[in-house]
């Protein structure tokens, strides 16, 4: 979790962060991808992507790209070094989504092994289902954290 910055030693759970942070990013790409009409502003996907504009045209170039639609916005987030853009990645990567193993958890959110692995001993688990998540990660004790943009100039 190299993107938190500690704010102290205030005890807290990775639920907190993932309903402070992470759901709220994904419902935004989420509405952006079905509000907005194609092809997408390479501003306001870097936003959205918490990337600069320069990096994101650079990464167009790279991939031969010379719009950004819903096809192609995929194509881009797998190349974008943002926290939520590699979340989203390593979701994707994750070969059965509806069933994880401590190994899953700790790869996607990027997380400590030993933390996620701690939960799933708390919880009497090996593999947690999709709709179990929310009680693994009330189970993940991490310090207060807060989100530190990775905005590059």
Known sequence: MSQFVSCGVTPTNFQEVYYTYIQPKIRELDIFLKTSEAPYDTKEV??????????ILHIMDKLGLTEINKVTFFKLITEVQSYIATLLTRQFSVTNSSVYTPQNIAYIYNLEKTLVEDA????????????????????????QYNFKMHIRG
């Open 120 to 143: 799933f001993y708390a919880l009497g688990e090996e593999v947690i289902s999709s709709g179990d998540l929310n009680l693994l990660f009330s189970n993940i004790k991490v310090s």
């Open 46 to 55: 870097a936003a959205i992507l918490e990337d600069s504009e320069k990096n």
